[in-house]
């Protein structure tokens, strides 16, 4: 990243931890710390189009995919949150081309980027938040979290039975068995099925049973 994205890292990135942290636990989050995030991540959309174009970026999801694939899986709808420039609904929607994939992001800028660069056929960008995932009940097969925050009651509120989940992060480790992310999915019906690391990120899935 270049020395503007670098600066508004470091500026905004204690707001931004305590908004993952509110948003993933409580579902809700301080208005300031919504401000920063949104306003971080509109201005450094170029900076993480760049990322979106590292393989290592995408490695840890790459292969938490390829693990997926292994396991015959086959959604109809899958849903990637926070997309950003959607280089990871791009790779789902090549990997699964009878279904419709939907990326979604807050920013209306990345939402943008995302569709300008990847015009597949059966997917599509829009505006929406975690905090109130724009689809009904039970409609969703296959929700994709890369370097983003879910709201596990959100996430088993769309989710049908026996839907997966794929989580991956390209600075972050495996999480320990009893940590929050682990146990607050599980308290939804989210359970952790499988798990590794891959250079400084990490990959895991999990499947639906409410």
């Known amino acids: 990243m270049n020395r503007l994205p670098d600066l508004l890292d470091r500026l905004s990135r204690p707001a931004r931890m305590r908004y993952a942290e ?5 579902g809700r989050a301080k208005l300031r710390d919504r401000l920063v995030s949104s306003a971080y991540f509109t201005l450094s959309t170029p900076a993480w189009g760049s990322l979106a174009d590292d393989a290592s970026h995408l490695l840890p999801f790459v292969t938490a995919l390829d693990r997926l694939v292994g396991r015959a899986v086959d959604p109809r709808l899958v849903v990637d949150v926070g997309t950003g420039a959607g280089a990871s609904a791009a790779l789902a929607a090549e990997r699964w081309p009878e279904a419709r994939v939907e990326g979604i992001d807050t920013s209306w800028r990345m939402v943008r980027r995302a569709a ?18 724009p ?18 009651s959100e996430v088993a509120r769309v989710c049908a039975p026996g839907a997966h989940v794929l989580a991956a992060a390209t600075w972050v ?21 499988e798990a590794g690391s891959v250079g400084n990120g990490s990959w895991e899935l999990f499947d639906f049973h409410p």
């Open 173 to 193: 480790g495996v999480h320990e068995e009893e940590s929050a992310w682990v146990r607050r999915l599980a308290d939804v019906g989210v359970h952790r099925i």
């Open 116 to 133: 300008r660069r990847h015009p597949a056929g059966n997917l599509t960008f829009r505006r929406g938040s975690a905090l109130a995932l």
């Open 135 to 152: 689809y009904g009940d039970g409609t969703v097969d296959l929700v994709l979290c890369v370097n983003a925050i879910v709201v596990p």
């Open 22 to 26: 509110d948003v993933f636990l409580t």
